[in-house]
């Protein structure tokens, strides 16, 4: 007791005292000391701020088994996709510099590319990279499109309505491979069917109730026919050929998303 | 050529120069080829010298359903004519594999694989893409000096001990040929055995191969057959109507059954009636169809039930708290593995491991974590064998891993057996109901849906449930009632569709249920139904009749779903009849397109509070996703599975 009663008087002596000196400093120089101080912390908050907002430049190439993803980043990478690739067990991650034919003109930033299995059983792992990434190369084979519509359309549709892309308006290349062949569709028939299917999607999808299915958001307008420029982030569609390299259109995507 | 054995540094056995090499074009031809890829999909090297195209995909169908499905402890994979043979080197993230003939039995290869991978690991460079002008000479001696190794076994009929790993590789295949004989139906693949899958490469096929490889050996034997039909000719003379089944599991199964009628009517048990007065009169008879008809009078004491008995439980977030797991394993590691001989040693050895972090894992660190996690799992009710495939699979992916710094190997381990689970648990193929039922009514078919299963698993019940969650979602439901065995299994079908408001197909008793079936999908298709859910009756895995029937059922109606039920409370059963059904379903099916099971409903969740096993051991054997969970008698308790969950709750 006794103790507590002596803190409290060398507390308030202390006040006192403080109060004393601060009273006895010319007050330019505590508004100065102030200053610096404030000065300091928003200094250090914006910093902080700058440095989340420079998000990776994480480009993710996601698609069904079988679409090509692996050759594409290889050939994105090295110009060549060497001796041809197997099914993907594991992504593959990667910080380069774009591999492209003509001599690029000054500094170019390193992307970071992952190349994330497709395979139905490895969809957690796609789940782990989302809320990394800028930008997302959705890979279709445009050669045996039809039989896999369905199926290209579901991952499509997970990927569009997911919390990550849908709250930082990630933006999303439908890209079209195998396009080097003579019976691969068209862009422009792989969007259509691609909204098709979508539509038919949220049809099935909206009949039930608000927490199903693992979908975060909808996606469309409501009572319109689905159509990528519906989205809130931006859906663009282009083609390429990984075996033959041309790769052009997935590299001038990569480049407008990834600001140096 | 020989000359060059002095730079291989890996020879181990001395290569008499003088002799040269024999029939040396003849045996080149035995090995199909030989590929070097990451476990990213890049391939770095594959064989020049062979230069045959493999017919089909077989490296990707490896893949796709033997790696990926958490098989990779086995000692071959089988595709179409040729056998594989493959290795991990887990340090690099590198998989070497060998193709080669099936018919023929060649006994260099898992030697050959694992020479070829020290010698390949020595010039591995992450950053170089081509090899060929290294390593093609390499592997052109490692090849004939393992074929003159081959000879030299064959020639002096000595088993010349492989390297380490051929010897633990031969040590499961005799583990599991003991564990068969022992009549555990094992899974051991041999070269050269079972039957040849000769169907395409659909990947939705892949597990009839699987399948059929586990079982043949089982097949083979044929006792199961055999013990049935003496059963039967047994039951026969006991004066049992020649339906065959054992008597008891029925009459346990009605037992059941009528169990399960009681809370629908408790309100109104006064007023049930079975059936009016024939019954009691006539109890020989089985065949109830004439007093279908006069049942119209219990309508009015059966409560209807409209859309107000709330949300099925399908529809609902389920809210799991997220503990924190690494509190709970400390507790549990150090009690785990306490061998006293090994204790003082492995447990300094491991925490001074675990802050250095330089060690290579090998198998014999791997074990005593291993068997604790087997035990583990086992305690959670997953079939004995599962459990010990599974530590196998994990076993191969982690073996000459470099243990990262600061960690554990129990929890390297526990993070790499967390992996397995979640990829097996996660679904192959999209278990979208509603957008499957949506294209078939485009097509102006009704969605037909077949519930399968033993008898007492909850079949009728989750039936009822399911059609009251596709109700709520405005798809029109039937029901037929395809159960014609067991008494009271048509009125119970009937009771839950005056419930539930939803027109029923039936034709009482004793009537063929394919036919039925048959009928009742003409009937949706009539009137506009957009599914039917057919209940058949519950048989055992081995009774051969009923499963001819069953498959009967499947060819003749092609149904879109083949919902197999099973009761979660069930423990190393699962796997049989599991593995039965699969196989009687390929075997007896008459048509190109093989029906398998395409989905499992486990039911009875409510009843283990942790012990969740069943449903890893059911989705491992078979392949097929889980598409709901039963958890209770009401219509409501449906829910889908959550696999992290069940995860977390399977390793705590």
């Given at each position: 007791?006794?103790?507590?009663?002596?803190?409290?008087?060398?507390?308030?002596?202390?006040?006192?005292?403080?109060?004393?000196?601060?009273?006895?400093?010319?007050?330019?120089?505590?508004?100065?000391?102030?200053?610096?101080?404030?000065?300091?912390?928003?200094?250090?908050?914006?910093?902080?701020?700058?440095?989340?907002?420079?998000?990776?430049?994480?480009?993710?190439?996601?698609?069904?088994?079988?679409?090509?993803?692996?050759?594409?980043?290889?050939?994105?990478?090295?110009?060549?996709?060497?001796?041809?690739?197997?099914?993907?067990?594991?992504?593959?991650?990667?910080?380069?510099?774009?591999?492209?034919?003509?001599?690029?003109?000054?500094?170019?930033?390193?992307?970071?590319?992952?190349?994330?299995?497709?395979h139905s059983r490895l969809?957690?792992?796609?789940?782990?990279?989302?809320?990394?990434?800028?930008?997302?190369?959705?890979?279709?084979?445009?050669?045996?499109?039809?039989?896999?519509?369905?199926?290209?359309?579901?991952?499509?549709?997970?990927?569009?309505?997911?919390?990550?892309?849908?709250?930082?308006?990630?933006?999303?290349?439908?890209?079209?491979?195998?396009?080097?062949?003579?019976?691969?569709?068209?862009?422009?028939?792989?969007?259509?069917?691609?909204?098709?299917?979508?539509?038919?999607?949220?049809?099935?999808?909206?009949?039930?109730?608000?927490?199903?299915?693992?979908?975060?958001?909808?996606?469309?307008?409501?009572?319109?026919?689905?159509?990528?420029?519906?989205?809130?982030?931006?859906?663009?569609?282009?083609?390429?050929?990984?075996?033959?390299?041309?790769?052009?259109?997935?590299?001038?995507?990569?480049?407008?998303?990834?600001?140096? | 050529?020989?000359?060059?054995?002095?730079?291989?540094?890996?020879?181990?056995?001395?290569?008499?120069?003088?002799?040269?090499?024999?029939?040396?074009?003849?045996?080149?031809?035995?090995?199909?080829?030989?590929?070097?890829?990451?476990?990213?999909?890049?391939?770095?090297?594959?064989?020049?010298?062979?230069?045959?195209?493999?017919?089909?995909?077989?490296?990707?169908t490896l893949i796709r359903s033997c790696l990926l499905e958490e098989r990779s402890g086995e000692v071959s994979f089988n595709y179409?004519?040729?056998?594989l043979?493959?290795?991990?080197?887990?340090?690099?993230?590198?998989?070497?594999?060998?193709?080669?003939?099936?018919?023929?039995?060649?006994?260099?290869?898992?030697?050959?694989?694992?020479?070829?991978?020290?010698?390949?690991?020595?010039?591995?460079?992450?950053?170089?893409?081509?090899?060929?002008?290294?390593?093609?000479?390499?592997?052109?001696?490692?090849?004939?000096?393992?074929?003159?190794?081959?000879?030299?076994?064959?020639?002096?009929?000595?088993?010349?001990?492989?390297?380490?790993?051929?010897?633990?590789?031969?040590?499961q295949v005799?583990k599991e040929e003991t564990k068969k004989s022992s009549g555990v139906g094992g899974g051991s693949k041999k070269?050269?055995e079972g039957k040849v899958s000769?169907l395409?490469?659909g990947n939705h096929h892949d597990d009839v191969a699987n399948g059929k490889e586990n079982t043949a050996e089982n097949n083979s034997n044929?006792n199961v057959v055999?013990?049935?039909?003496?059963?039967?000719?047994?039951?026969?003379?006991?004066?049992?109507?020649?339906?065959?089944?054992?008597?008891?599991?029925?009459?346990?199964?009605?037992?059941?059954?009528?169990?399960?009628?009681?809370?629908?009517?408790?309100?109104?048990?006064?007023?049930?009636?079975?059936?009016?007065?024939?019954?009691?009169?006539?109890?020989?008879?089985?065949?109830?169809?004439?007093?279908?008809?006069?049942?119209?009078?219990?309508?009015?004491?059966?409560?209807?039930?409209?859309?107000?008995?709330?949300?099925?439980?399908?529809?609902?977030?389920?809210?799991?708290?997220?503990?924190?797991?690494?509190?709970?394993?400390?507790?549990?590691?150090?009690?785990?593995?306490?061998?006293?001989?090994?204790?003082?040693?492995?447990?300094?050895?491991?925490?001074?491991?675990?802050?250095?972090?330089?060690?290579?894992?090998?198998?014999?660190?791997?074990?005593?974590?291993l068997?604790?996690l087997k035990e583990r799992l086992m305690t959670k009710n997953v079939a004995e064998e599962i459990a010990e495939k599974l530590c196998e699979s994990v076993e191969a992916s982690?073996?000459?891993?470099?243990?990262?710094?600061?960690?554990?190997?129990?929890?390297?381990?526990?993070?790499a057996m967390e992996e397995a689970l979640i990829r097996i648990l996660t679904p192959r193929r999209?278990i979208?109901?509603?957008?499957?039922?949506?294209?078939?009514?485009?097509?102006?078919?009704?969605?037909?849906?077949v519930f399968v299963g033993v008898n007492g698993v909850g079949k009728?019940?989750n039936?009822?449930?399911?059609?009251?969650?596709?109700?709520?979602?405005?798809?029109?439901?039937?029901?037929?009632?395809?159960?014609?065995?067991?008494?009271?299994?048509?009125?119970?079908?009937?009771?839950?569709?005056?419930?539930?408001?939803?027109?029923?197909?039936?034709?009482?008793?004793?009537?063929?249920?394919?036919?039925?079936?048959?009928?009742?999908?003409?009937?949706?298709?009539?009137?506009?139904?957009?599914?039917?859910?057919?209940?058949t009756?519950g048989r055992m895995q081995d009774n051969e009749?009923l499963m001819?029937?069953l498959s009967?059922?499947i060819?003749?109606?092609?149904?879109?779903l083949v919902l197999f039920v099973g009761e979660a409370l069930v423990g190393n059963d699962a796997v049989d009849q599991l593995s039965k059904f699969n196989q009687k379903l390929s075997d007896l099916s008459?048509?190109?397109?093989t029906r398998l099971i395409d989905g499992i409903l486990l039911t009875k969740f409510?009843?283990i509070?942790d012990k969740v096993g069943a449903a890893l051991s059911m989705v491992y054997i078979s392949g097929a996703p889980v598409m709901f969970v039963g958890?209770?008698?009401?219509?409501?308790?449906?829910?889908k599975l959550n696999v992290?969950?069940i995860v977390?709750t399977l390793l705590?």
């Open positions: 007791m006794e103790n507590l009663e002596d803190l409290k008087i060398m507390a308030e002596q202390w006040s006192y005292q403080g109060i004393e000196y601060l009273q006895k400093i010319p007050p330019t120089q505590l508004y100065a000391a102030v200053g610096v101080l404030l000065f300091t912390t928003i200094l250090l908050l914006l910093s902080i701020r700058l440095v989340r907002r420079t998000k990776s430049n994480t480009v993710l190439l996601s698609g069904l088994s079988g679409s090509g993803k692996t050759v594409l980043f290889y050939q994105l990478r090295d110009g060549s996709s060497h001796q041809g690739t197997v099914t993907s067990m594991e992504p593959n991650e990667g910080t380069f510099v774009l591999h492209s034919k003509n001599a690029k003109k000054g500094k170019i930033k390193p992307v970071h590319l992952v190349d994330v299995p497709g969809r957690p792992k796609l789940e782990e990279f989302l809320p990394q990434a800028a930008a997302i190369v959705f890979v279709v084979d445009a050669l045996e499109f039809l039989p896999n519509c369905r199926a290209a359309s579901e991952y499509l549709y997970d990927i569009l309505t997911n919390a990550n892309v849908v709250k930082k308006k990630v933006p999303v290349l439908l890209c079209c491979n195998k396009t080097d062949k003579l019976t691969a569709h068209t862009k422009e028939f792989i969007r259509k069917q691609m909204e098709k299917e979508i539509e038919k999607l949220r049809a099935s999808r909206s009949a039930v109730s608000t927490a199903d299915i693992a979908n975060d958001f909808t996606i469309g307008i409501e009572g319109e026919v689905f159509s990528f420029s519906h989205c809130c982030n931006k859906v663009t569609v282009a083609e390429a050929s990984g075996l033959n390299g041309e790769t052009v259109q997935v590299q001038d995507f990569i480049r407008e998303y990834i600001k140096p | 050529m020989y000359n060059s054995s002095r730079h291989i540094k890996h020879s181990l056995f001395t290569v008499h120069s003088n002799e040269p090499p024999p029939a040396s074009t003849k045996q080149r031809k035995m090995l199909e080829q030989l590929l070097i890829f990451t476990r990213g999909g890049l391939i770095l090297w594959t064989c020049k010298e062979i230069g045959n195209a493999l017919k089909g995909s077989p490296i990707d179409g004519a040729y056998t043979k493959w290795t991990f080197h887990n340090d690099l993230g590198l998989v070497f594999v060998a193709v080669y003939q099936k018919i023929l039995q060649l006994l260099y290869v898992d030697d050959l694989l694992s020479v070829v991978k020290q010698s390949f690991s020595e010039i591995y460079d992450p950053k170089r893409m081509s090899y060929d002008d290294d390593f093609d000479e390499t592997f052109r001696q490692l090849r004939m000096e393992a074929e003159a190794r081959a000879e030299e076994m064959k020639k002096t009929k000595q088993v010349v001990k492989p390297l380490s790993s051929g010897v633990k590789k031969q040590g005799s070269d050269g000769s395409t490469n044929n055999g013990l049935d039909v003496s059963k039967l000719a047994k039951l026969r003379s006991k004066g049992v109507r020649g339906r065959g089944g054992v008597r008891k599991a029925d009459s346990i199964g009605s037992n059941k059954g009528s169990s399960k009628v009681e809370p629908p009517k408790k309100a109104t048990k006064k007023n049930r009636v079975w059936d009016d007065a024939a019954a009691s009169k006539q109890e020989e008879k089985l065949d109830f169809t004439d007093s279908v008809d006069e049942n119209g009078g219990n309508d009015d004491h059966v409560d209807v039930v409209a859309a107000d008995q709330g949300e099925s439980m399908m529809d609902k977030e389920e809210v799991f708290s997220s503990d924190s797991e690494s509190e709970d394993d400390d507790d549990d590691e150090p009690r785990s593995d306490e061998k006293p001989e090994a204790k003082k040693k492995g447990w300094f050895s491991s925490v001074f491991q675990s802050i250095t972090g330089k060690a290579n894992l090998e198998r014999t660190d791997l074990e005593p974590a068997k604790a982690l073996e000459g891993k470099k243990l990262a710094s600061f960690t554990r190997i129990s929890s390297t381990v526990q993070e999209s979208d109901i509603m957008r499957d039922v949506h294209a078939a009514k485009e097509q102006r078919r009704p969605y037909v849906v009728s019940t039936l009822a449930k399911v059609a009251y969650w596709l109700q709520q979602h405005k798809v029109s439901v039937m029901m037929a009632a395809c159960d014609t065995f067991r008494s009271g299994a048509v009125e119970q079908l009937r009771t839950h569709a005056r419930r539930l408001q939803v027109p029923i197909f039936e034709k009482g008793y004793e009537k063929d249920p394919a036919v039925v079936a048959k009928e009742a999908i003409q009937e949706a298709t009539r009137n506009g139904s957009d599914v039917v859910l057919v209940d009756a009749p001819r029937a009967k059922l060819n003749l109606n092609k149904p879109d008459t048509s190109g397109n409510d009843t509070d958890c209770g008698q009401s219509y409501t308790d449906l829910k992290k969950a977390k705590k």
